[in-house]
């Protein structure tokens, strides 16, 4: 089995008042909620949005004795942090984020999705990783776009030395590329779709699949640690209702895409192309993938590429953070 690392990773220097900004948006209470009420972060995309989306229409939360209250967030870490706070019970990561929990600030307790998302963006005439060489190049930190373009300048004999980085939120990547006030980006769709219709000819340099030999990009769901270890009830509650969202979304992508779109606002065929760069994982290959190895060799894989990176001191067993005991028992 090749080597497995995954998709959104790096420095998770967040800037502290957006972070605060968003905590105190988010709102708190101790000890996770009251038992009844979970506190669900998600991010707006097809990944991060359709387990929710289906949940929610087909009243999974009540089924399972539960209350959702789903917020949304712009990327992984800032809800990690929220988790940490005790602002979040559960959220949703890319694996550029999954450095954090391997470092023990949460718990994976469900792996969503493989993904081909991400990119890195250039402006028309920039047709390679070399040209970007002294250029300004915009990144959302500790994403999977900053994965991306670690990963796409390795692979061209360089580094983040030889170019400008500048560190932006996802908003700000859209307008700076789309006025062309940087020379390219390390991002991900759907947001690049919104892009290319202000720069048709928009240079797609790198994408995922280009390192599909050697690297899987999984997605995930975490919960803070206090709650996965004073309230497993509550917590194979929850993995209950994500196994039958998957299971629906799975059985019935085009449904769960259209339940998506409502939820997130968006044009149906927005969600529709979004959905096309990702493969969605049903819960018995979660739970084959789970058994037999395969998710703790991605993770493996993804710890060697943080202590590459400089995230991690040294590679962690997955099973320090990894839950997939509970996601296979919430299905019995």
Known sequence: MPRSITRRHVLATLAPVAATALLTACGGSS?????????FGYIGDFNG??????????????KHGLKAESKV???????IQALGTDNLDFGYIGPGAMWLPASGQAKVVAINTLGNSDRVIAQPGITSMRQLKGKTVAVPEGTSGDMILTLALEK??????DLKIVPMDPSTIVSAVSSRKVDGAGFWYPATATIKKQIPDLQELAKNTDFEDEISFPTA???????????PEKVRKVLAVLREAMEFRAAHTDEAIALTADKLRIPVEQVEADAANNK????????????????????????????????LEQPVDP??????????????
């Open 221 to 231: 769901f975490v919960a803070g640690n206090k709650l996965v270890a004073d309230n």
């Open 319 to 332: 099973e320090k953070y990894y839950t997939g005991d509970l996601f296979i028992g919430a299905g019995k």
């Open 49 to 62: 949005a359709s387990l929710i989306a289906v949940a929610d229409a087909k009243g999974l939360w009540k």
């Open 31 to 39: 000890s996770g909620g009251s038992d009844d009420t979970v506190r």
């Open 280 to 311: 969605v994982l049903d819960v018995g290959e979660l739970d084959r993938l789970t058994e037999d190895g395969t998710i703790g060799t991605w993770l493996k894989g993804m710890n060697d590429y943080f202590v590459e990176a400089g995230k």
């Open 156 to 161: 061209a004999g360089m580094t983040k030395s």
């Open 73 to 79: 967030f712009t990327n992984g870490p800032l809800q």
